[in-house]
């Protein structure tokens, strides 16, 4: 089933579509009856960022870096499927992802220094 047509089954279904993207796709997100916020086109639940908590400070550096590491690893198993042009796409994702954590490892090694908690 198409994109289009798994969307138009979730609006016909009840369901409501949100102005936040999926963050893994980027298509809308639909929130249904049941409160359940889900990316139709990744067939996964996801949490709008307006409804997370935000971590405490402390634990907000290796929350954020296993997120990344999560998403180095589905990039990674995509990478193999991959055509030539998708492939660049994900190089790129997979570099930023590598550029984030050793942005992460380089604050946490400055707030050690400092004696930071």
Request: net charge neutral; glycine share 8%; charged share 25%.
């Amino acid at each position: 089933m198409s994109d289009v047509k798994k969307m138009a089954e979730a609006l016909r279904s009840g369901a409501t579509m949100l102005a936040e993207p999926c963050p893994t796709c980027g298509s809308p997100l639909f929130r249904f009856r049941s409160g359940e916020v889900k990316c139709v086109n990744c067939d996964k639940i996801v949490m709008p960022v307006a409804e997370q908590r935000p971590p405490e400070p402390a634990s907000a550096m290796p929350l954020l870096e296993k997120e990344v590491l999560g998403l180095l690893s589905e990039y990674g198993g995509r990478l193999e499927k991959a055509d030539f042009q998708e492939a660049g796409k994900l190089l790129a994702q997979i570099d930023a992802c590598l550029t984030v954590i050793q942005k992460i490892r380089a604050l946490g090694q400055s707030s050690s220094a400092r004696g930071a908690p």
